[in-house]
């Protein structure tokens, strides 16, 4: 079985500073991880995805993730948050298994920016 | 432009009729997939399809049917509406590791 926890449904941060929206996940082997936003009254924003290789990645609009396998954990990060980055952010993990092509998704952390 | 692309955008049923959602997708994607959001659990699997005349379940399938009888179009019926199926309910199809999502079918079961 696979799943995503998003510990924290709400993270508030000032502008400038920097953000950390966390993810851990559970999956049958080895994961394929994603990162999605999602702005009021709008569908699902692509943001970046693990799949092999370097444990830091690096996605659209300044975001990037580290995977830690140990850890189970692939949190999303932005050095400097802008006050457009508030919306609602969703982590999804899917197995690497062949025919396995279905998304897992997190409950969501809201993010607000303050300034 | 190539998407996923989903009718109506925004539907009020009342408790006991039925609708079609649609959704169809000019990709050429195998795989489609139906979400319902709700706050704060996420967006869930409903059903999904590896290609045409193959469907599944997904997590939350109760109370939705759907039909794959082409590469494009994955419609969701709901036979009889209840308010537990007020929600937001998103389409995706995919290519590998490409997830596609629609806009999104806002619906509210009244």
């Known amino acids: 079985a696979q799943s995503v926890a998003q510990p924290e449904d709400q993270v508030n941060v000032a502008e400038g500073n920097p953000l950390t929206v966390k993810c851990t996940y559970s999956?049958?082997?080895?994961?394929?991880l994603f990162w999605y936003v999602q702005y009021p009254n709008r569908g699902l924003q692509f943001l970046l995805k693990?799949?092999?290789?370097?444990?830091l990645v690096k996605g659209s609009y300044g975001f990037e993730a580290e995977f830690n396998k140990s850890q189970t954990s692939f949190h999303l990060k932005k050095p400097s948050a802008l006050v457009s980055d508030s919306a609602l952010y969703f982590c999804?993990?899917?197995?690497?298994?062949?025919?396995?092509?279905?998304?897992?998704f997190g409950t969501g952390t809201r993010l607000t920016v303050i300034p | 432009n190539a998407g996923v692309t989903q009718t109506p955008k925004f539907q009020v049923l009342k408790t006991g009729q039925s609708m079609t959602l649609q959704c169809a997708q000019d990709?050429?994607?195998?795989?489609m997939s139906w979400y319902r959001q709700d706050p704060g659990m996420g967006l869930r699997l409903i059903h999904y399809?590896?290609?045409?005349?193959?469907?599944d379940q997904g997590e939350v399938p109760n109370g939705y049917n759907v039909s794959r009888s082409t590469t494009e179009d994955f419609p969701l019926r709901l036979l009889s509406a209840a308010p537990s199926q007020t929600s937001v309910y998103f389409c995706?199809?995919?290519?590998?590791?490409?997830?596609?999502f629609g806009s999104g079918t806002r619906l509210t079961v009244v």
């Open positions: 995706a199809s995919s290519h590998g590791l490409g997830y596609t």
């Open positions: 999956v049958s082997g080895n994961p394929y």
């Open positions: 693990y799949i092999t290789g370097d444990n």
């Open positions: 999804a993990v899917r197995a690497d298994q062949t025919g396995a092509n279905n998304l897992f």
């Open positions: 990709m050429n994607h195998e795989y």
């Open positions: 399809s590896v290609g045409a005349g193959i469907t």
